[in-house]
């Protein structure tokens, strides 16, 4: 037997020992799907009647124009009979080659063999003939209202991205030629990933982002020096070490959202708002909200804002001796920083000097790309999840999140990871992505009922506290940060939101990119820039239009504003005080436990 056959009886044993692998897997892989809870259907998919009354509205266009669909359906068929018939004249005159291309670039079609074979050419045309034609199909649509249209695009192009056929083993070259290269090793890795993510999430599929084993929290991010000040059932409160002899009086309080964890805000120090904001000569204090577990079902988002906001702003007036901070929110912690605020000024309590807003929704008159996620039935799924478990699990928001970007959060990820074998990437921000909290049940339900879909703040008010809170009674001066592609909070909404507060100085800054990278943008990234405008009486179109662009991240000029309400220079604090002794170091307990019951 010669080297080369020797060779290739090694190769073939071994790919026989990784398919025997593979049918061991495939037994896990059966138990962790066994192993999954049943949920509510409408958090999979929507109601029955959105399909009902497309197609009804479907069926009224064939009877009063015909003409119409016929011309869709033909155009379809003449695409795929003319590709059908170029391939097989290709192939009739002893060509290998695939006929003309001239389907746009796409990310996800880059091996040279979606343009170059027969085969994957034939597939990858195909399938964006068919794209093209559903897209079409929908839009034509016309006796639908604007929401179920928006529902019925969202929900149609899903099918069309989870049918591409990089998703699928057969139809991707990438994933064929790793396991060629491995000996079928990329595919036990592979489903090695798909079993373990499986497991971690009880049966539900949720694709891991990051290398988790590349990441401690408190050890190779969110390590900013700091001492926990104060702890009760809702947070702990952080104060930051000073990085300056001297510090500005008036402290600086950060609500970050709890749908995550702060530590987005103190990644790796070249990263971190935190390290950068104690380097500016600021008194800094953040938030770290508990993770809550079923005990938490009726904690309401008045119990964040009495335990949480009010809590955190008595603490920090007194332990450095001020009548009134600053206070940012970010996000979800955004719009309720604006309940409190509201509520602060019907209580007559001038405690809030100034107010940053990030990313923050306050009107959701427009749900954008959320309308197919707030309507009656999605909500009803969360509501009944959420009264099953007392909390709605981190994982659904994260899902939902994921969804609408399913290209570069869901389907790119999975591929990587189960087709081809390869291990998360080890990215901090990836692995913050995936470290969620739950949400109380009770809040939940308020916030989606009341805020989104009933837009209470924003219109007739919302009763929380004894009080109506409106959104036209936030009057603090403040400056409020938005992100250009932001696929959660969407710029132009944020903006809006700022409009309709009642605040005589107003400041809003656009930055690039989306909702983390963003807001996460430090000047010595010297990457994303920033628009302002002082119109703020002109709409989102219109401010865009006329705002003037600068290069860099928009800290610097938001320093600057700060600075200017942050009075004098005073010696640099040290954490805590007698009344306030340390409790543990920064980051604390609260943001590594699990859920808390």
């Not at 591409?164 to 990438?174: R, W, Y």
């Not at 197919?372 to 999140?401: C, N, W, Y």
Request: net charge negative.
């Amino acid at each position: 037997m010669t080297t080369k056959d020797e060779a290739a009886t090694v190769g073939a044993d071994r790919m026989q020992e990784n398919l025997k692998k593979v049918e061991e897997l495939t037994q896990r892989f059966i138990r962790a799907l066994g192993s999954r809870p049943p949920a509510h259907p409408g958090l999979h998919a929507p109601s029955g009647d959105l399909y009902a009354r497309a197609a009804a509205a479907w069926w009224a266009e064939w009877m009063q124009n015909p003409g119409k669909l016929l011309e869709q359906q033909i155009g379809y068929w003449g695409r795929s009979l003319a590709h059908f018939v170029e391939a097989q004249k290709q192939l009739a005159q002893g060509s290998l080659a695939p006929p003309e291309d001239d389907t746009p670039d796409d990310p996800r079609f880059t091996n040279a063999l979606w343009k170059t074979h027969p085969y994957f050419n034939f597939v990858k045309q195909q399938y964006m003939i068919y794209a093209q034609a559903v897209d079409e199909a929908v839009s034509a649509i016309d006796d639908l209202d604007e929401t179920e249209k928006r529902r019925l695009r969202y929900f149609s192009r899903q099918i069309v991205e989870m049918m591409s056929p990089t998703n699928f083993f057969g139809t991707n070259p990438d994933a064929l030629e790793r396991a060629i290269e491995t000996e079928g090793e990329s595919l036990v890795r592979g489903l090695e990933n798909l079993v373990a993510d499986l497991e971690a999430n009880g049966g539900d599929l949720v694709v891991r982002l990051a290398d988790e084993k590349a990441f401690r929290v408190g050890e190779n991010i969110g390590t900013s020096p700091g001492k926990i000040v104060y702890r009760n059932r809702m947070m702990e409160l952080i104060q930051y070490a000073p990085a300056t002899e001297q510090q500005r009086e008036t402290p600086l309080l950060i609500f970050p959202p709890w749908i995550n964890k702060f530590y987005i805000l103190d990644l790796k120090p070249k990263n971190s708002l935190v390290k950068w904001l104690t380097e500016q000569g600021y008194t800094l204090y953040m938030v770290s909200w508990v993770n809550p577990g079923p005990s938490y079902a009726e904690t309401g988002i008045e119990d964040y804002i009495e335990d949480g906001f009010l809590t955190a702003i008595r603490e920090v007036k007194a332990m450095t001796g001020q009548d009134r901070i600053n206070v940012v929110g970010y996000c979800i912690a955004g719009t309720t920083l604006a309940l409190t605020l509201s509520l602060l000024r019907k209580r007559g309590d001038r405690s809030v000097k100034s107010a940053t807003f990030l990313t923050a929704l306050t009107d959701f008159s427009d749900q954008g790309e959320f309308t197919p996620f707030l309507q009656d039935d999605f909500v009803d799924a969360i509501e009944a999840e959420a009264e099953k478990h007392g909390v709605l699990p981190s994982h659904v928001m994260a899902r939902t999140f994921s969804f609408l970007r399913s290209r570069d959060l869901v389907y790119g990820p999975a591929i990587r990871s189960y087709m081809m074998g390869e291990t998360p990437p080890a990215f901090d921000l990836l692995y913050w992505n995936g470290d969620g909290a739950n949400l109380p049940a009770k809040m939940a339900i308020q916030y989606l009922r009341r805020l989104c879909q009933d837009n209470a703040f924003a219109e007739e008010g919302l009763e929380l506290l004894g009080e109506r809170l409106r959104l036209r009674d936030v009057d603090v001066p403040l400056c409020s940060v938005a992100c250009e592609t932001d696929h959660i909070a969407a710029w132009r909404d944020c903006y809006r939101g700022v409009q309709a507060m009642g605040s005589r100085s107003k400041s809003f800054i656009l930055s690039q990119s989306g909702h983390i990278a963003g807001i996460v943008n430090p000047p010595s990234k010297r990457k994303y820039g920033h628009y302002t405008n002082a119109g703020l009486s002109l709409d989102h179109a219109a401010w865009r239009e006329t705002a003037e662009f600068h290069e860099g991240s928009w800290w610097p000029r938001w320093d600057a504003w700060l600075a200017k309400r942050s009075g004098k220079w005073v010696a640099a604090r040290t954490p805590g005080d007698s009344a306030h002794p340390p409790l543990g170091d920064a980051p604390g307990t609260y943001v590594v436990a699990p859920p808390t019951d």
